[in-house]
């Protein structure tokens, strides 16, 4: 599993990897469990659109609609995000390429964001990846694949979530410098999907929580089909819903570049 919030967005987890048997469950580490989360296949290929419902404290909301195909290219998986609505953000587009860890590093990921109003695109930097995302309650670094050895992991006992058994995992980032050097996650015992996460800042007081819903099986993979960000600072909330999620079908290779998005290659 993806443990970065948004999991190539989707935060989808294969059916391959599933419960470990009793005997065993008691000698796993909180590096094994995401170890695990992490390995599960999520198709070579994602297509899908979704809805994010950005709510305010007060009660207004605002909805748009995204786009995003994804291929994983064997050592890289690229994918890209473009909003179709509404008007003053139709056509932004985001494209990332994730490296996977080879011999114990993970090399940052190349992210660019292009914004068709100003025919510009920009760069994001490490720097950069605390930031929100689009106005939404999701962070840069949440968009793509953190690994694993960004973090050090301490399981800290199993715990229901969302009413279903889970591992409860603390992730400390050796980065201490990160906006949230500290995370909780529930990770499912049966699937190793991700349940619930916690976010907390540098002061250690919790500034996000994540709650993921509506997890069911599409291609023979696990899909979570709701996820609710919260800023439990602010009140402002962040709601993402998936539809027409398929895996593994025909994706154009050619769609991953920052000309393809600068020219509104993906519709």
């Not at 443990?3 to 935060?11: E, N, Q, T, Y």
């Not at 291609?219 to 919260?230: A, E, Q």
Request: hydrophobic content about 35%.
């Amino acid at each position: 599993m993806n443990h970065s919030v948004f999991a190539k967005l989707i935060i989808s987890l294969s059916a391959l990897c599933l419960a470990v048997p009793a005997a065993s469950a008691q000698t796993l580490t909180g590096y094994d469990v995401m170890k695990k989360a992490d390995e599960v296949d999520t198709g070579t290929t994602g297509s899908y659109t979704a809805t994010m419902t950005l709510l305010s404290k007060n009660g207004s909301t605002r909805v748009r609609e995204v786009v995003c195909r994804s291929r994983d290219f064997g050592g890289v998986t690229k994918s890209v995000i473009v909003f179709r609505t509404p008007k003053d953000v139709a056509g932004v587009g985001y494209l990332t390429w994730d490296y996977d860890e080879k011999d114990g590093v993970k090399k940052d990921s190349d992210n660019w964001l292009y914004m068709p109003a100003m025919k510009k695109v920009r760069r994001i930097s490490g720097s950069d990846s605390g930031g929100n995302f689009m106005g939404t309650d999701f962070t840069y670094d949440d968009m793509g694949d953190r690994g694993l050895t960004k973090d050090t992991f301490t399981l800290l006992g199993e715990e229901s979530a969302g009413g279903t058994g889970c591992y409860k995992v603390e992730c400390r980032a050796k980065d201490t410098t990160e906006k949230n050097p500290r995370r909780i996650l529930w990770i499912r015992k049966d699937n190793f999907v991700m349940q619930k996460g916690e976010f907390y800042d540098k002061q250690n007081n919790l500034q996000r929580e994540l709650i993921c819903s509506g997890i069911t099986l599409i291609d023979g993979i696990w899909t979570t089909s709701v996820m609710t960000m919260k800023n439990i600072v602010t009140g402002h909330s962040t709601v993402i819903e998936m539809k027409d999620v398929h895996y593994n079908q025909n994706v154009d290779d050619s769609i991953f570049t920052v000309a393809s998005v600068e020219r509104g290659a993906v519709k």
